[in-house]
């Protein structure tokens, strides 16, 4: 993925807080509904959180202050996570009508959030109540590693716009929704069509990254969609629990078949449309 240098970036869309090393992911809910989405990856089963309140990040430092421009990025490559969440905002400022902005949040260990306090090993989810994407950028470690991902920038910035892609959801009211519907799984349950119009839009995203003159993002190559495309493969629910359990339970997919989560992010991509995400409609 390429960067524009001379691109502004705005280092107040990215904060970080360290929590230390937590326990169990513990969500609130509204209604008896569990109101986190667990990020796409790891299909989490909801049976395995425990009630908790929370408080909203803690330590929180100032990592990212320092990121002011594009060329920052060669030079302290955390700056790119404010590249891709400038990016990507930019992006659905433009393409919805009003675009409520939000914040990506960067923890390690565990962090407290208005769904609760989750650790790390929940790897990346939006809360929908304080409406903030949260990340330990240690997942992408894991996502090349015990995931077989490639790896590289759009991976990164895929996850990333994928959680945004849960924002807009909310937004839109489909969000809530699928939580009414409760906790249902199957490749064709209302949680997975959720997860695949994330996928989507991240694909929209993408298509549209580097059309805006002042978007941090100056070039989207091949090599990077095809990244971005190994890495919705790589998270599929059936890969996931082939390579954990030897066996595809097809009933229990809360995210989604790795051939159907690079489907609907290539549609994103190649139709550069939202209106095109309707996963609810297919």
Not at 26 to 38: E, K, M, N
Not at 61 to 69: F, G, K, L, P, S
Not at 104 to 116: D, M, P, Y
Request: charged share 15%.
């Amino acid at each position: 993925m390429q960067y524009r240098d001379s691109a502004n970036l705005d280092s107040s869309q990215v904060t970080s807080s360290s929590g230390g090393a937590g326990g169990k992911l513990a969500v609130g809910g509204v209604g008896g509904i569990i109101i986190v989405l667990l990020a796409m990856f790891l299909g989490f089963d909801p049976n395995a959180l425990l009630g908790g309140s929370g408080a909203g990040p803690q330590q929180s430092t100032d990592t990212y202050a320092q990121c002011r421009t594009g060329a920052d990025i060669k030079t302290n490559r955390e700056c790119r996570f404010v590249a891709y969440t400038n990016s990507i905002q930019a992006y659905w400022g433009r393409a919805m009508s009003g675009y409520q902005p939000t914040t990506t949040h960067i923890f390690t260990g565990q962090v407290s959030t208005g769904c609760g306090t989750a650790t790390s090993a929940v790897g990346p989810f939006y809360c929908p109540v304080d409406r903030v994407v949260y990340l330990d950028t240690g997942f992408f470690d894991q996502l090349t590693g015990q995931l077989g991902a490639e790896g590289g920038d759009a991976a990164e910035a895929y996850v990333i716009a994928h959680e945004y892609g849960h924002h807009i959801s909310n937004l839109t009211g489909v969000l809530d929704k699928v939580q009414q519907a409760g906790n249902q799984t199957g490749p064709n349950s209302p949680q997975v069509k959720l997860e695949l119009q994330a996928d989507c839009y991240a694909g929209v995203w993408l298509a549209n990254a580097s059309k805006d003159a002042s978007s941090p993002i100056a070039a989207v190559t091949k090599d990077d969609v095809l990244r971005a495309a190994d890495a919705a493969r790589a998270v599929g629910d059936d890969r996931i629990q082939e390579a954990s359990t030897g066996r595809v339970d097809r009933e229990s997919w809360t995210h989604g078949s790795a051939a159907q989560r690079q489907n609907w992010l290539a549609t994103g991509f190649n139709s550069g449309d939202p209106n095109k995400c309707d996963t609810f409609a297919s």
